[in-house]
């Protein structure tokens, strides 16, 4: 099955900067790519996602780029403001096995001012 | 997306009774899943939700233990059976959007087993 990796754990980032999480997958047939952001307490929030016939997508201050050749997949956060303060879980699935997602371990965010 | 509501939305039960949790959707979907999401951890999959007939179980998880209903396109349940302190997890549903596969949370069910 498909196993996903998740870099770092966690990242502590100060107000302006960038943000960076990557993930690796394994199974060469997966073909979405979604990432979410879980507050504390709350459900996970899909914010982005990229399909493989993309090579990146962009959503104001956050972008997505895949690597189909290596496999890997990244979240970039510009600007970053308290509020991006989550944690944020990658995913992937196979849309051809009924868009199950096997979810990274996840990256707990931290935004200090 | 579509709205999404789970009953109840937490709940402290003993060892070895059975708690049912309500996943409901404010439109027709044709993909449900159930989820676990353990103290400070990812979510892993516990099954598809399949209407009309049995759900599909992952690796590691049982009917005996998690039996799951979908009566019809916008609602399920899932059991937890024979609970033990390990099942504290909180457990979340999701629905597949169908048009490109966008998966939307419910907002959890948080479960605490003494």
């Known amino acids: 099955g498909e196993n996903v990796e998740q870099h770092p754990s966690t990242l502590s980032v100060q107000e302006g900067d960038s943000a960076v999480i990557k993930c690796t997958y394994s199974?060469?047939?997966?073909?979405?790519f979604p990432w979410y952001k879980q507050e504390l307490g709350k459900r996970p929030q899909l914010i982005i996602d990229?399909?493989?016939?993309?090579g990146e997508k962009k959503d104001q201050r956050i972008a997505v780029t895949l690597n189909k050749t290596a496999k890997h997949f990244s979240l970039h956060i510009t600007e970053t403001q308290p509020e991006d303060s989550a944690v944020y879980f990658c995913?992937?699935?196979?849309?051809?096995?009924?868009?199950?997602?096997?979810f990274g371990t996840g990256t707990r965010l931290q935004v200090t001012l | 997306s579509a709205v999404i509501s789970q009953k109840p939305s937490r709940d402290i039960c003993q060892r070895g009774t059975s708690l049912t949790i309500q996943c409901q959707v404010d439109?027709?979907?044709?993909?449900m899943f159930w989820y676990r999401q353990q103290p400070g951890q990812s979510l892993t999959l516990i099954a598809t939700?399949?209407?009309?007939?049995?759900?599909?179980?992952e690796s590691g998880f049982v009917i005996d233990k998690f039996p799951i209903s979908r009566p019809n396109l916008t609602f399920s349940t899932l059991t937890v059976s024979n609970m033990s302190p390990e099942d504290s997890s909180i457990y979340l549903c999701?629905?597949?959007?169908?048009?490109?596969?966008?998966?939307?949370f419910g907002p959890g069910t948080r479960l605490t087993v003494l």
């Open positions: 995913a992937a699935s196979s849309t051809g096995t009924a868009s199950k997602l096997t």
């Open positions: 199974d060469s047939a997966s073909n979405y």
């Open positions: 999701s629905v597949d959007s169908g048009r490109w596969h966008e998966q939307f």
């Open positions: 990229i399909r493989s016939n993309v």
């Open positions: 439109s027709q979907v044709t993909m």
């Open positions: 939700a399949n209407q009309g007939s049995e759900a599909t179980y």
